[in-house]
């Protein structure tokens, strides 16, 4: 009998569609009773002690796991890997669940799936993959981000170790010797990322390195242990050793999602700049140091994956020499952007830029509408789409963020994605809570309301 065996003991799905619950857990079987209807299952149950081919007792061969996983969440497992289409009708799921098929492009200024208006709308929520979370907590975050009319979620798919520390990593370090874990807290896990993405009808944008020293310091490893500790931040870039192993991280990551459509687009780095977490700096980086680079990856991306868009993923600095904001001199030696000239590059699909005027040390407003309108300046010269794919700001939340989705909305920007989303799980756990939107919140609301306004503007009825 083949079966896939859910990632936790108690429940096994055979390939017949019938469900072998072990007597290991105590279920409810009238709690199920409604759920079992629905996917139309038989039921059996079975000691923990019989001989069972292959499931290693409905854990798994050599399962040594936790044994308190809720069986409606496994079943919605099932859900997830065997029907997604029905995850709609278990309780509490109320939001289009449509499983994603095909791929997103670009026409002009918009985001399009086959042939019709695409609109891009959701969060950030870099930690989904990375905090050892079971799928049904992934489920449940995506379901949340879902919830609000979302369509995408922009997520890390990196995190570089030296030393393996129970969390989820995809890539470990000896000297100089990088190993990329495919393994089941590894690419597995992030296999897992984009299936409960897909049960709640969300794509994915997916972030490859960081140029910050968070979750395993991205850039800063690659050149720390292939160049020595302390080497310049920007040899990433420039670094043929360093672009080399990039290069084979990318290529592994990227090839195992060819034909994958629950990803929308790669990013080549969360914020690259010249400068990093530390002050370690060749004094040689420019523009055209990042624009080159820039241009290399992307064309490499673009050689062996096709059907997936490309984007920098960077804060989009302007270049404008006569103006005192800091934002607005990408020439400084330590950003090395220009937005408008990055979105002249013909292997990158769209724009990407962020928002955070207390950070900065700007006003939110006017400041805060003023760099929207600047970039879709950008925009319409380019005919390319653009994302304001990361904001924030610590006060005032609900007025600041209703006036930039209505620079949004009103000069035609693609699409935005909030930093960041959070969840509360059954467990009374929370997710990263730095800047959240939890469910149930004004702020959450919020976004419900701009999610429908943009795909109305947009005419996007999928």
Same mark, same amino acid.
């Given at each position: ?13 055979? #390939? ?106 959701? #969060? ?55 190993? =990329? ?119 490499? =991306? ?69 760099? =929207? ?7 319409? #010269? ?10 924030? =700001? ?69």
């Amino acid at each position: 009998m083949s079966s896939y065996t859910v990632p936790g003991p108690g429940l096994c799905i055979s #390939a017949s569609s019938s469900l072998l619950l072990c007597s290991g857990l105590e279920l409810s079987m009238k709690r199920l009773s409604g759920v079992f209807s629905l996917l139309g299952l038989a039921v059996t149950t079975a000691s923990a002690q019989s001989t069972v081919p292959i499931f290693g007792q409905c854990g798994g061969e050599n399962w040594t796991g936790s044994t308190s996983e809720s069986p409606l969440a496994l079943l919605e497992v099932y859900v997830l890997l065997k029907t997604p289409s029905t995850l709609n009708a278990l309780p509490g799921r109320s939001h289009p669940t449509a499983t994603p098929t095909g791929f997103v492009k670009t026409s002009g200024i918009h985001f399009t799936l086959n042939g019709k208006p695409f609109t891009v709308v959701g #969060a950030n929520a870099y930690w989904v993959g990375l905090m050892a979370y079971p799928v049904s907590e992934m489920l449940t975050a995506f379901h949340d981000i879902a919830a609000t009319g979302a369509s995408v979620v922009r997520t890390w798919g990196f995190n570089e170790v030296t030393t393996p520390d129970g969390v989820a990593y995809y890539q470990s370090w000896v000297g100089k010797t990088p190993t =990329i874990n495919t393994g089941t807290n590894g690419l597995q896990n992030f296999d897992n990322v984009v299936a409960a993405a897909k049960a709640n009808g969300l794509r994915l944008i997916v972030t490859l390195t960081n140029n910050w020293s968070d979750y395993g310091g991205g850039m800063d490893v690659y050149v720390n242990q292939l160049l020595g500790q302390g080497q310049p931040h920007d040899f990433f870039y420039t670094n043929p050793t360093v672009m080399a192993a990039y290069k084979n991280y990318v290529k592994t990551f990227v090839t195992r999602y060819l034909n994958e459509p629950g990803i929308l687009a790669w990013e080549l780095a969360n914020e690259p700049r010249c400068l990093g977490s530390t002050s370690s700096s060749s004094g040689n980086c420019t523009i055209s140091t990042i624009s080159t680079w820039a241009q290399e990856m992307s064309a490499f =991306i673009k050689s062996i994956d096709s059907n997936h868009l490309v984007a920098i993923g960077d804060e989009g600095f302007i270049n404008d020499p006569g103006n005192p904001i800091f934002v607005y001199q990408g020439f400084s030696s330590s950003l090395g952007i220009d937005f408008a000239a990055n979105l002249n590059i013909s292997t990158l699909d769209f724009g990407t830029f962020h928002l955070y005027p207390d950070s900065w040390g700007e006003p939110a407003n006017p400041f805060g509408t003023q760099w =929207i309108v600047d970039h879709a300046t950008a925009m319409r #010269a380019s005919n390319k789409p653009i994302l304001l794919e990361e904001f924030g =700001i610590t006060n005032d939340e609900e007025d600041v963020y209703g006036s930039w989705y209505s620079a949004i909305l009103s000069n035609n920007v693609a699409g935005d994605l909030i930093w960041q989303a959070g969840s509360v799980f059954a467990s009374g756990a929370e997710s990263d809570p730095n800047g959240a939107v939890f469910p149930g919140t004004a702020l959450y609301t919020l976004d419900t309301q701009h999610a429908a306004a943009l795909r109305a503007r947009d005419g996007d009825s999928q």
